[in-house]
């Protein structure tokens, strides 16, 4: 190992943010062995500060250096190719963080933590697949267990920080749908501040429906739920 381990991370408010959340678990992790560095894209001062709070050293993608990095860790859907192939001639091991089963052909590992995998390799490159390695924050998988043969009391839905199709909004119609079978569940729905259907949540409100935004910590919701 010749130097820290870099993180190439998708961090622009329009990439959502789902990969800053679990390269931060995972970075988190490793930095309590080797130094770090988050290199994030410009204008990602949400992705910053929540990193920075988590103790990460995060600067913007280019100006990370020139390694060597000890090793990578790539997380984006959208990067150039000439970008990865540029971190992996400087890092070794890259791993990718993979949605697709899809990997650059210059990855060394491939991690996938969708729960319907398994296996050791995606496209002849090592993989560690399935929800055994989903990069969540340990304290979700402490939560505890739940009874679920009772009643239906309380729904948490929430879809994210983009829902760009407003799926938030059609689950919602079909809940509504269950108010004609008198199974009235009260239900929190969690949105981001700047998704732009967040006005028409807000019309939704009221005794049954509360709206929350930007909720820092969703393990106590969770861990409420019902569903």
């Given at each position: 190992?010749?130097?820290?381990?870099?993180?190439?991370?998708?961090?622009h408010p329009?990439?959502?943010?789902?990969?800053?959340?679990?390269?931060?678990?995972?970075?988190?992790?490793?930095?309590?062995?080797?130094?770090?560095?988050?290199?994030?894209?410009?204008?990602?001062?949400?992705?910053?500060?929540?990193?920075?709070?988590?103790?990460?050293?995060?600067?913007?993608?280019?100006?990370?250096?020139?390694?060597?990095?000890?090793?990578?860790?790539?997380?984006?859907?959208?990067?150039?190719?000439?970008?990865?192939?540029?971190?992996?001639?400087?890092?070794?091991?890259?791993?990718w963080i993979?949605?697709?089963?899809?990997?650059?052909?210059?990855?060394?590992?491939?991690?996938?933590?969708?729960?319907?995998?398994?296996?050791?390799?995606?496209?002849?490159?090592?993989?560690?697949?399935?929800?055994?390695?989903?990069?969540?924050?340990?304290?979700?998988?402490?939560?505890?267990?739940?009874?679920?043969?009772?009643?239906?009391?309380?729904?948490?839905?929430?879809?994210?920080?983009?829902?760009?199709?407003?799926?938030?909004?059609?689950?919602?119609?079909?809940?509504?749908?269950?108010?004609?079978?008198?199974?009235?569940?009260?239900?929190?729905?969690?949105?981001?501040?700047?998704?732009?259907?967040?006005?028409?949540?807000?019309?939704?409100?009221?005794?049954?429906?509360?709206?929350?935004v930007d909720?820092?910590?969703?393990?106590?919701?969770?861990?409420?739920?019902?569903?």
């Amino acid at each position: 190992m010749t130097g820290p381990w870099l993180f190439r991370v998708a961090s622009h408010p329009s990439q959502g943010g789902g990969h800053v959340t679990r390269s931060g678990v995972l970075a988190g992790a490793l930095a309590r062995s080797v130094p770090v560095l988050m290199a994030l894209d410009p204008d990602s001062d949400d992705a910053r500060e929540k990193l920075g709070k988590a103790g990460l050293t995060c600067v913007t993608a280019g100006h990370e250096g020139s390694g060597p990095w000890g090793g990578a860790v790539v997380d984006g859907y959208n990067f150039q190719r000439a970008e990865v192939m540029k971190i992996a001639r400087h890092a070794s091991p890259m791993v990718w963080i993979d949605d697709f089963l899809n990997p650059p052909d210059c990855a060394d590992m491939v991690v996938n933590g969708a729960c319907h995998l398994s296996g050791d390799e995606v496209n002849t490159v090592p993989a560690l697949l399935g929800p055994r390695y989903a990069l969540i924050n340990p304290r979700y998988a402490m939560l505890p267990k739940r009874d679920r043969t009772t009643p239906v009391r309380r729904v948490l839905v929430t879809f994210g920080l983009l829902d760009p199709d407003n799926v938030t909004g059609l689950v919602l119609d079909a809940l509504d749908l269950l108010a004609e079978e008198d199974i009235i569940p009260t239900i929190v729905v969690v949105s981001a501040g700047n998704s732009p259907h967040l006005p028409s949540l807000h019309e939704r409100a009221g005794d049954r429906i509360t709206i929350l935004v930007d909720v820092p910590d969703m393990a106590p919701l969770l861990a409420e739920a019902d569903i």
